[in-house]
């Protein structure tokens, strides 16, 4: 059988998350996110990012998330500033495009935006003859499995702030950065220093779905009215609801965030052992090893992967990725075949 070290989504969800589900199976609930479940998980968020005037919806993925934050902030002729692997650019088919946004993609080294790299994109958009770069898009963990510092992103915000521009952050994969050890950011500091961000629950044990936070006060109006516009407010909302109010109880966002990093530690000293280079230093569950390509070939008989980019004509560079679920087993079976090949 292959192991998938392909995403952290290959897995249902953690038993808890299943059990409180199965337990408010029969209940009778109202519907669109206005039940017991979805008020309280929003109380428990609010509480965890230390913000009682946030504004919490509950969205089921990703991509719809990114569009409704984008889409949902920015006027007609205004655009969205990201690293060039960003999401939004890269894995959401012109999802943000699709609503008559233009998305302003900026290389970086190691999927991280800076002041100095947002600066130029506003020296080149001067006047009405071009779009308007009214937000900046964010991921942490980025799309290459870098993080954010606190100090990182206090620049970031200090210069969205002085410019007018609204900050947002992608956490799709914010469980992994935050369990980190490299990490020294908490969901408070991310609730102070952005206007809006989201918890991903699809990449971090949920069955699905995510948490969208809005912050500043001019992206609260009507929110509903747009979620519901765009195809993304469930009829049984309650079932993200139980999710959240699950994961924000007895610590089991991080708990299971933590698992997946330290397996990801696992597959790290394995590479490292057998000397093979990453292509970012990613501390999180994203892993991205140079391998020669016969090695990458013939670890993908048994391993099941995908293929991030060929640096050269002969190595290959590759994606791990951990999750909640991953089994030691898996990793040393991975680690075991390395030592065969490498």
Known sequence: MIYSFNNDYSEGAHPRILQAMMEANLEQNPGYGTDSHSAHARELIRREIRREDADVHFIPGGTQTNLLAVSGALRPHQAVICAETGHINVHETG????????VLSCPTPDGILTPEQLQRVLAHHTDEHMVQPKMVYISDATEVGTIYTKAALEELSRFCRLHGLYLFLDGARL????ASRANDLTLADIAELTDLFYIGGTKNGALFGEALVLLHPDLKQDFRFLIKQRGAMMAKGWLTGIQFEELFQNSLFL???SHANEMADLLRRALSDRGIPLRW????NQIFPVLPDETAAALAEDFLFSVQEKPDQSHTCIRLVTSWATKPEGVEAFAAALRRLA
Do not use: R, V
Not at 95 to 102: L, P, Q, R, V, Y
Not at 281 to 284: H, R, V, Y
């Open 95 to 102: 999802a943000i495009e699709a609503t008559g946004h233009k």
């Open 175 to 178: 469980g992994s950065a935050l």
């Open 255 to 257: 708990d299971m965030a």
């Open 281 to 284: 230093e990613s501390p999180a």
